[in-house]
């Protein structure tokens, strides 16, 4: 029973990887057909989009740390600050698909 249940869950893993493998192919091959104007174009919009909602993360988690910071005495800045260098990056992600 317990061999019949290892070979199934292979079987899956199988199936689940060989699906993942040709679904990225799949996509590599829609990417490629688009021109490049498009390509550019989706990847601006990517980095805008990682931009504002990674600026509107360290915004919100900016102010609950300021709110902790007043309340407890605690300082937990880390979280804002990650998600302000991911804001930043972003932001050069777009400035690199303009040029």
Do not use: F, N
Request: aromatic content about 8%; proline content about 2%.
């Amino acid at each position: 029973m317990a061999e019949q249940q290892t070979d199934d869950r292979g079987a899956a893993w199988a199936r689940l990887i060989l699906t993942g493998a040709y679904l990225a192919y799949v996509g590599a091959m829609v990417w490629l057909s688009l021109p490049e104007h498009r390509r550019r174009e989706i990847r601006m919009r990517a980095a805008a989009r990682m931009r504002a909602g990674a600026a509107l993360g360290a915004r919100r988690a900016g102010v609950a740390s300021m709110a902790e910071e007043l309340r407890t005495g605690r300082r937990l800045y880390g979280l804002p600050y990650l998600l302000s260098r991911a804001r930043d990056r972003a932001a050069g992600w777009y400035e690199g698909a303009r040029s």
